[in-house]
């Protein structure tokens, strides 16, 4: 009879056990996954994954940034779960200079960089001296560099890529004078430059359309496609893995091509 009540209460114990781990893993399953993206085309396409996440069952919830670090930064502090704003070279090159491991989990879209002017209807009417403005953060002003040497504005030293920077710059023929400027101010500057190569989101928030207000734009297969990160101890989670299902489902394409009409364009 004892060793019946033993062999119960060791029953009773593992039954305790298994159900408070099938509890909990439930209960993180039924947690809204917090996703990190900037303002703009990023939010409305998660709004709409949202959306259609809420019918299969999965809770997100949306927080927006206006700038290019917080994003990172609260990703990595574990205050939200993904994020989705930012190409890779973006990413290593955050991850190097703050110390941090944020990964990749999969592609996004793709946010064609263009050149916009108030004052010159092509890059071919710049003067000696006229003022371009740029994004300051690593990866995007190389981004911006690349671009304005496709446009024969400038020449980059051969072999830069993506590690481009104005110290790179080895023939600039019409002495361009380069604005330097926090991604989300280079929109504003339009009044006090000749040209500005603008992130198409932060274009878009400013109220240009990157199709028909650019005055140059990097072809539709520009190699900068955006993608969701993560952390590692959160890169397997079972929500992510949805997320990246919605995102990259016919409905939410079919949304982004039809709302942004080639501004922004799926990259899966």
């Not at 990595?76 to 290593?92: A, G, R, S, T, W």
Request: proline share 6%; hydrophobic share 40%; with cysteine.
């Amino acid at each position: 009879m004892k060793k019946l009540h033993v062999l119960l209460l060791s029953l009773v114990l593992i039954l305790a056990v298994l159900t408070g781990c099938t509890a909990k893993s439930a209960s993180k399953n039924e947690q809204a996954l917090k996703v990190g993206v900037t303002a703009g085309p990023h939010e409305q396409i998660v709004e709409k994954v949202k959306e259609l996440a809420e019918k299969q069952g999965l809770k997100i919830e949306i927080v927006t940034f206006n700038d290019y670090v917080q994003p990172n930064v609260q990703l990595f502090d574990k205050k939200i779960d993904v994020n989705i704003y930012q190409h890779e070279p973006y990413l290593n090159k955050f991850n190097s200079d703050k110390n941090m491991n944020l990964v990749k989990i999969a592609p996004t879209v793709n946010f064609p960089m263009g050149v916009y002017s108030n004052k010159i209807k092509s890059l071919n009417e710049l003067k000696n001296g006229d003022k371009i403005a740029l994004p300051n953060d690593p990866t995007n002003e190389a981004r911006a560099l690349i671009l304005l040497q496709s446009a024969n504005v400038i020449k980059l030293k051969d072999g830069v890529g993506i590690n481009a920077t104005l110290k790179d710059v080895v023939e600039n023929p019409k002495n361009i004078k380069f604005v330097e400027l926090e991604a989300a101010m280079v929109p504003r500057s339009l009044p006090d430059v000749t040209a500005a190569a603008i992130n198409t989101n932060y274009a878009m928030e400013a109220g240009l359309n990157p199709v028909k207000d650019s005055i140059f734009i990097e072809p539709k297969d520009s190699p900068w496609v955006n993608i969701i990160a993560a952390r590692p101890d959160n890169k397997d989670d079972e929500r992510i893995k949805k997320l990246v299902e919605i995102y990259h489902s016919d409905e939410v394409k079919k949304f982004i091509e039809e709302t942004f009409q080639g501004s922004v364009i799926p990259g899966f």
